[in-house]
């Protein structure tokens, strides 16, 4: 069983801003590429940044500048730093990762429950 468990969602005022985690567990052989999708009310679910196990990096236009994705392999964690927040960023967000896990050769898909950013005006 493997869980994606994210964190640090919120409300903040525009301008401001709030950084998010999310932390894999259980029986976990490797994890490969990690992202960030975000859903807001009638929309259909975005990519906003991906990143490589070796750290390279993929950003939605409208947050390049803005939003910085990171990685600690060693704590199975991945984090969103979003800075310069709109009001255009209020969405849950949802954390996404390739798992393999130990007893299977191949790796699966994975989301973490969603954490809602709500960015006033």
């Known amino acids: 069983q493997v869980q994606l468990v994210e964190s640090g969602g919120g409300l903040v005022q525009a301008g401001g801003s709030l950084r998010l985690s999310c932390a894999a567990s259980?029986?976990?052989?490797?994890?490969?590429?990690m992202g960030w999708y975000r859903q807001a009310p009638g929309k259909q679910r975005e990519l906003v940044a991906s990143?490589?196990?070796?750290?390279?990096?993929n950003y939605k236009n409208s947050v390049k500048g803005r939003f910085t994705i990171s990685r600690d392999n060693a704590k199975n964690t991945e984090y969103l730093q979003m800075s310069n927040l709109k009001p255009d960023d209020t969405a849950v967000y949802y954390c996404?990762?390739?798992?393999?896990?130990?007893?299977?050769?191949?790796?699966?898909?994975?989301w973490g429950q969603g954490t809602q950013v709500t960015v006033s005006s």
């Open positions: 996404n990762a390739q798992i393999q896990r130990r007893e299977l050769k191949y790796a699966e898909n994975f």
């Open positions: 990143i490589t196990r070796s750290g390279s990096t």
């Open positions: 259980g029986s976990i052989f490797s994890i490969y590429d």
